[in-house]
């Protein structure tokens, strides 16, 4: 899909600037067209003629170095691309971004572009999770920017956490991904209409202090939210806990338990068209909540349980016109469960998979799963991102809307 597009790759300077002439190369190699604008501070981790060799084309520092007078580069340029990727974005060009500043060839373009721009960012993790720079990616996402989120691990600064930019490898299944999509569709395919997706896991309180919760990290319907949003849908999320961040400029509606998450989803759910209920709430809370702690005495404690309201059960009952996917994660026969699971809550489809499988279980980055409709096995992905399976859970949905088969 990358073949004849047209890519602007903006390098900024981190230590990660290094992975800019393999994720050049693969640009490259894919078919695409790349121009190279480069920081001044990127040119003292990686040479103007690396990126110059590798995307065969001259790499753009300076606004005023124009290289060719019959036209204004940094226009020239933001007329040019398909896209404008940027990788590694710093918190400096996304604070410049966010800002609407303009001081030097990149950011210009930036400013004067009207392609989609797609960012990479990479940081120290303390830097990423800074709330300006939380509060700018969100500016910028409601804006339409897109992002490749950066990956876990050990930093060049020495820690160990979220900031290190995407592999070469996987930014460009990004870009690729984004434009087979825009070939698919000739129009966003959600546009006009709402989803709602609930994402994460209930918490039902013992005491003050204690809870019943299960491992549900909220990663799956944060990846959907961003993939709604993405396809032109108005997204409404509902989260309970959850163990990362939500995804920047989605307005999350923070709920504790079942009960919570009920009056929430159906405040939400008469006027929308897709409800994706991916949390996994408590089957059973304490029957009664005391309001001070419980002070330890003797050596066992009996706690009685009853069952919570089944949220997806209740939207089955009242659903309408709303198409309703629901989630069930699985330790085994798991297409039994699934496929009995769509029939008892009259859903439209049941997103299973088997959590004991390597890299399909909570808290992971990747999903394995099985999509089931009334006829049988509807999707089967096997071990994708979250993202991309998020990605095709709601294509398929759109398909089923619009009347499409996949």
């Known amino acids: 899909m990358l073949t004849g597009k047209r890519i602007v790759l903006g390098v900024t300077g981190g230590i990660a600037a290094f992975k800019a002439a393999s994720l050049c190369s693969k640009l490259v190699q894919q078919g695409a067209e790349v121009r190279v604008i480069m920081t001044s501070s990127a040119t003292k981790f990686i040479t103007e003629l690396t990126l110059q060799s590798l995307s065969k084309a001259p790499v753009y520092t300076d606004t005023f170095d124009e290289k060719n007078p019959a036209v204004i580069a940094h226009i020239n340029l933001a007329d040019w691309a398909d896209l404008v990727l940027v990788a590694p974005a710093t918190a400096n060009i996304i604070g410049k971004m966010a800002a609407g500043l303009a001081d030097d060839m990149l950011s210009t373009t930036l400013l004067a572009t009207e392609a989609p721009i797609m960012l990479a960012p990479a940081m120290n993790v303390h830097m990423y999770q800074h709330p300006a720079v939380m509060r700018n990616l969100a500016e910028l996402a409601a804006r339409g920017v897109m992002l490749v989120e950066p990956g876990e691990g050990l930093l060049a600064c020495g820690y160990v956490g979220k900031g290190r930019m995407e592999e070469p490898e996987q930014i460009v299944a990004v870009v690729g991904a984004y434009f087979e999509r825009q070939a698919r569709y000739q129009s966003l395919p959600l546009a006009g209409k709402k989803v709602v997706i609930t994402a994460g896991g209930t918490i039902e309180r013992i005491d003050p202090v204690r809870y019943i919760t299960n491992d549900s990290s909220g990663k799956m319907g944060f990846a959907l939210a961003e993939a709604a949003r993405e396809l032109g849908a108005e997204v409404r999320l509902i989260a309970g806990s959850t163990q990362v961040a939500p995804p920047p400029g989605i307005q999350v509606q923070r709920v504790q338990s079942a009960e919570d998450m009920l009056q929430a989803v159906m405040a939400e759910f008469s006027d929308s068209d897709i409800v994706i209920k ?81 890299g399909a279980g909570f808290g992971t980055d990747t999903n394995v799963i099985q999509v089931y409709d009334a006829e049988g096995l509807a999707l089967s992905l096997p071990k994708v991102s979250k993202r991309e399976a998020a990605l095709q859970i709601l294509e398929l949905a759109c398909g089923r809307l619009t009347g499409a088969s996949r």
Do not use: W
């Open 278 to 358: 991916a949390a996994a709430v408590a089957d059973y809370r304490p029957a009664v909540t005391q309001e001070r702690k419980i002070k330890k005495s003797g050596d066992t404690m009996t706690l009685e349980l009853v069952k919570t309201v089944d949220i997806l059960e209740q939207l089955g009952k009242h659903k309408q016109r709303q198409f309703l996917i629901g989630f069930a994660a699985e330790t085994h026969d798991v297409e039994s469960y699934a496929m009995d699971k769509l029939k008892r809550k009259n859903c439209d489809l049941i997103v299973a998979n088997d959590v004991t499988v390597e």
